[in-house]
């Protein structure tokens, strides 16, 4: 008799603590469907923002060699005045 109700007690335990395991279990699913969300929306923005920073840095570039072709012209009228100072 005591065998038949511990294996009883046993077997309710075993179903109350597969239960609450699959509740956790749904709750961390959900969880992890959210963060997986939250993840492909921001590669979305990274791989936005990284369209942004290349065009920028390409701007940037552009800027930068047109700068220096203006320096070289600069300096050549610069070398060129100051000669013309000498004489």
Known sequence: MIYQ???ALIAVAFA???FFL???LK?????LDNVSQTLQEVQKTIDE???EVKQTVRHANDIT???QHKMKKLILLWNLLRIWEKC
């Open 5 to 7: 109700i511990s294996v």
């Open 16 to 18: 109350v603590l597969v």
């Open 22 to 24: 699959i509740r956790t």
């Open 27 to 31: 709750s961390a699913q959900g969880s």
């Open 49 to 51: 923002l990284s369209y």
């Open 65 to 67: 060699v047109d700068v």
